[in-house]
């Protein structure tokens, strides 16, 4: 199976402050279709996961341009620029290029 | 509004059955693919089981942690899927959640999840 390695673990940011998390891949995320299944997800405290970015640097509807995802074949970033109090929460990647789909064990976002 | 419901957890013990249940509305679910994710205690998430349309033959695909002893199925006129969990384990303990795929292949929208605690 694709193991998805997150980093770091957890992160202090201030308010107003820049994130950027790591998700790197066992194994290259290019399907045979040419498109990358690298998603990110948001899980906020009590919450279900909220899909934030769609293929790798998509932002879903709704979701502010503050958050911004890049990389390819197995290093892509999450960037959260300006974080604000509703943006803490736990924050992981999926990738569904490959089966069976796996996810990052996450990313926990923490005001300093 | 799209919106899941998920029901039928609860605390089972180990070697027997239940069956999740996951309603749905506000979008077209006789074309989507369904699919179930479980997020274990320790906050992992594990993707499942999915379930396509019925123009692809309702084809459906598992983790193999669950193969063979897991079921997933849907009743389009119901707009629901389901979960049929069989022979459960104390480690199939999760709070689990049914979501469907976007155009983009990405799990958009989740329902609140419903938790399954397996101890004798």
């Known amino acids: 199976d694709v193991v998805l390695t997150q980093t770091p673990v957890s992160l202090l940011i201030s308010l107003g402050g820049q994130a950027s998390i790591s998700c790197r891949s066992s194994q290259g995320l290019i399907h045979s279709n040419g498109n990358t299944y690298l998603h990110w997800y948001l899980q906020k405290p009590g919450q279900s996961p909220q899909l934030l970015i769609y293929q790798v640097s998509n932002r879903f509807s709704g979701i502010p341009d503050r958050f911004s995802g890049s990389g390819s074949g197995t290093d892509f970033t999450l960037k959260i620029s300006r974080v604000e109090p509703e943006d803490l929460g736990v924050y992981y990647c999926?990738?569904?290029?490959?089966?069976?789909?796996?996810f990052g064990a996450g990313t926990k976002l923490e005001l300093k | 509004e799209v919106q899941f419901v998920e029901t039928g957890g609860g605390l089972v013990q180990p070697g027997k059955s239940l069956k999740l249940t996951c309603a749905t509305s506000?979008?077209?679910?006789?074309?989507?693919?369904m699919h179930w994710v479980r997020q274990f205690p320790d906050k992992r998430l594990e993707w499942i089981a999915r379930i396509k349309d019925k123009s692809n033959n309702y084809a459906t695909d598992y983790v193999e942690s669950v193969k063979g002893r897991f079921t997933i199925s849907r009743d389009d006129s119901k707009s629901s899927v389901y979960l049929q969990m069989n022979s459960l384990k104390e480690e199939d303990t999760a709070t689990y959640y049914c979501t469907t795929q976007n155009w983009e292949g990405a799990f958009d929208y989740w329902g609140q999840g419903v938790m399954v605690t397996v101890s004798s």
């Open positions: 506000g979008f077209t679910f006789s074309t989507a693919w």
């Open positions: 999926l990738q569904r290029t490959h089966n069976p789909n796996t």
